[in-house]
């Protein structure tokens, strides 16, 4: 008889790709997939554990859906991902609710560890995954690069919880790619924690736009984004490509998290404030857009180092930009440093640093009303009444929306809008038929 099973992803999009991955083999094992907590007979949660607000998250989510067991059909509770890496002896004990943890490995064997003992703990060491069932709408897709890092950030655990940077193979890539492009996915979004690394590991040299180029020549996607792009590592060749290949989104994901050559350097970064600003200039004049996030709030971070990482944001005018107050990690270098920031200093950082962007986005949607911009319907938004989609320069769940009006729109396809308004980070418009200066 067939099992009900619901999953539940959180975290980031790498995860996501593990959570699609998992849905086809769960498939292929014969559970039914069920969104009805109620009536399912497995419940798998896929957790991160980045900082302590995701983990208080997961668990939260772990004991909301473990009530299911006393009101519901639920059997099994599954925790997989980043969770039970990171607190791999601890978790049995603590969470009693779960029936079994999963670290990061080989999910072809999912539905054995399910039907299998209890509290078994697995971490695989083959994360290289070509079949998913999509979570996504169908005409966007993620494909993960590689796993894990080598960038020894002192206020990071990626590197203790997914182990060092494993590229996968150009070869198994493009053969993923070509399922997702058969499936009818428009647009590839590559992802990894540091995209920009991609090869080292296996080539010897880094080969990021060999990858992009063979997708290019093998595939029919209409765009391919880039996410996570370190700065150190984005070359003139990269720069070039992406400013003039048709295909490629105008737009990279530049994580900088500070400015300042002092704070740079107690978090570990390579780059530092001169190369950040050469970057910054080169995107700008080949009309990249760029987003970035930032940590205020670092150990030791001064008033005066604050302000030169507003100076750098007010100058330069980030399109699109993350916020985030310093989270103290247990087990990182940076957990270990003397003075700490306040709490409260940590707050009221990160709201002028807000407020700053929030100014900046509404001077650049003001700028855009009158204008008419290519946008690729994803969405309705019924209490607006209003279809939603997204521009060249946003990428999906993290950047801005707009919101417009038409008479007929069709998932995934472009069109042309004129904006006549915006609200808070989000734009307003109406379907025209021909763009206008």
Not at 164 to 169: D, I, K, P, Q
Not at 185 to 201: C, R, S, W
Not at 402 to 408: E, G
Request: charged share 30%; aromatic share 10%; hydrophobic share 35%.
């Amino acid at each position: 008889m067939n099992k009900k099973v619901t999953i539940i992803s959180l975290g980031c999009d790498k995860n996501r790709v593990d959570t699609e991955n998992i849905m086809y083999n769960l498939g292929r094992g014969g559970y039914t997939y069920t969104d009805d907590l109620a009536t399912a007979d497995v419940a798998i949660i896929n957790t991160c554990a980045f900082i302590k607000t995701a983990e208080k998250e997961g668990i939260d989510v772990i004991f909301d859906v473990a009530k299911y067991k006393e009101t519901g059909s639920l059997k099994k509770l599954v925790v997989t991902g980043c969770l039970p890496m990171r607190y791999k002896e601890q978790l049995p004990e603590l969470l009693p609710e779960v029936d079994v943890f999963v670290g990061l490995g080989d999910y072809s064997s999912i539905c054995e560890i399910i039907d299998g003992q209890d509290k078994l703990f697995v971490d695989g060491s083959d994360n290289r995954l070509q079949k998913r069932v999509l979570s996504t709408p169908p005409h966007y897709a993620y494909l993960k690069i590689a796993e894990g890092c080598d960038n020894k950030c002192t206020y990071c655990t990626i590197p203790s919880i997914r182990g060092r940077y494993r590229s996968a193979t150009i070869e198994s890539l493009i053969e993923e790619a070509r399922f997702l492009d058969d499936s009818g996915v428009k647009e590839l979004i590559l992802v990894a924690q540091d995209v920009t690394n991609y090869g080292y590991d296996l080539y010897g040299e880094r080969k990021l736009v060999d990858l992009i180029k063979q997708l290019l020549a093998t595939c029919s996607f209409e765009k391919i984004r880039l996410l996570y792009c370190y700065p150190e590592l984005i070359t003139d060749e990269l720069i070039e490509l992406v400013a003039n290949e048709p295909r490629i989104a105008k737009y990279m994901d530049v994580p900088l998290q500070h400015v300042s050559n002092e704070v740079l350097r107690r978090m570990g970064r390579k780059s530092n404030k001169a190369s950040i600003e050469r970057i910054f200039q080169k995107l700008k004049e080949r009309n990249i857009a760029i987003r970035t996030t930032f940590i205020v709030g670092f150990p030791g971070e001064t008033d005066a180092q604050f302000e030169e990482l507003k100076e750098f944001v007010e100058r330069y005018k980030p399109d699109r930009l993350g916020i985030f107050a310093y989270s103290k990690e247990d087990g990182t270098p940076a957990s270990r440093m003397k003075e700490q920031v306040l709490k409260n200093t940590k707050a009221k950082r990160t709201n002028e640093l807000g407020l700053i962007a929030k100014k900046l986005n509404m001077e650049r949607n003001e700028a855009l009303i009158g204008k008419v911009l290519e946008v690729r319907y994803e969405d309705i938004d019924y209490d607006k009444n209003l279809f939603v989609g997204r521009t060249d320069s946003d990428a999906p769940d993290i950047d801005c929306l707009v919101y417009f009006t038409a008479s007929f729109v069709q998932i995934g396809e472009m069109y042309k809008v004129k904006i006549t308004g915006y609200k808070d980070y989000d734009l307003i418009g109406e379907v025209v038929n021909e763009f206008t200066e």
